[in-house]
């Protein structure tokens, strides 16, 4: 298993964050799940050498002695000697989600953790379902969160959610164009705007591609939200300033990511799947998938832009600091 069973950990696969866990507790618990798949392997036979031993003479009623050559096992080799053969993996985090947020969390092993930055540079959408609640507003826009304001809220109707959520899209497709440096008055222009592959190859503040209302059943509401450059407390701020506009409040009880680029909520493992055998043949079932996308996007985005460096922001990409380790001994 060993070498064989590491070099099919390198890529991409998501795994389900569940509500009230820590991306860093995920990351961890991941981490350890694969050590622990990875050293409970049956060592092999140990390697024989000759020891010549001292032993009575066979037949000899005098106490002699003599040298026998004897086949022995080396031990030097042995978990229980050196310790196990994998103490730390290198194992990196993609687009964070907050302790409260739940949904699609991207993660990277090895050799994958270098496709988080090109997945994080090729400005990819991600889908979220947001629900809200009208009536109240608190100090950090959850709904836990330290009352500040009821207010009520039997004017609001799904026709006037609706036409906030029109404008709001409108608005920011009007910014993402904006940020996406394009010339609008070129073919190449119109296609990427057909397409729906218009994306800003710069840093700039969170812009909503797409949004709508799921279900609207007073006080609660739920609502899809296709995005980049977000972070879930900006998602629950959108909420608030949703019932602002709607002239009342509104809070934010869930926040959920069911997309993010090209992995969806079918492919997520779910905490029960942690261990190595899911988790090889999620990555090596997302791995082709991962390379046309990637190739499609960072091709697309080159032809029209000079990405520039980053300076990663509260959404980048996330690693271990360790890098594999083998035995005690650090790899690269």
Known sequence: ?????????????????????NWKHLRDTVELQLLKGLNARKPPAPEQRVRFLLGPVEGS????????????????????????AFTSLKVGVGHRLDVQASGVLVLGVGHGCSLLTDMYNAHLTKDYTVRGLLGKATDDFCEDGRLVEKTTYDHVT???????LALIQGSHQKALVTYSNLDLQTQEAYEMAVRGSVRPMNKSPMLVTGIRC?????????LEVRCMHE???QLRRLVHEIGLELKTTAVCSQVRRTRDGFFTLDDALLRTHWDLYSIQDAIQAAAPRVAAELEKNLRQGLGTQHCPAWQWDSEEPSSASKGWTAGGAAGG
Do not use: W
């Open 231 to 233: 972070t879930q407390k």
């Open 61 to 84: 009623e005098e106490k002699e002695l003599t040298l026998t050559a004897t086949s022995v096992p080396t031990l030097t080799n042995h978990p229980l000697v050196c310790g196990p």
């Open 158 to 164: 799904r026709e006037k959610l609706d036409r906030i």
């Open 214 to 222: 799921l279900h609207f059943a007073p006080p609660e509401f739920l």
């Open 1 to 21: 298993m060993g070498c064989a069973g590491l070099a099919r950990l390198h890529g991409l696969f998501a795994a389900y964050k569940p509500p009230g866990l």
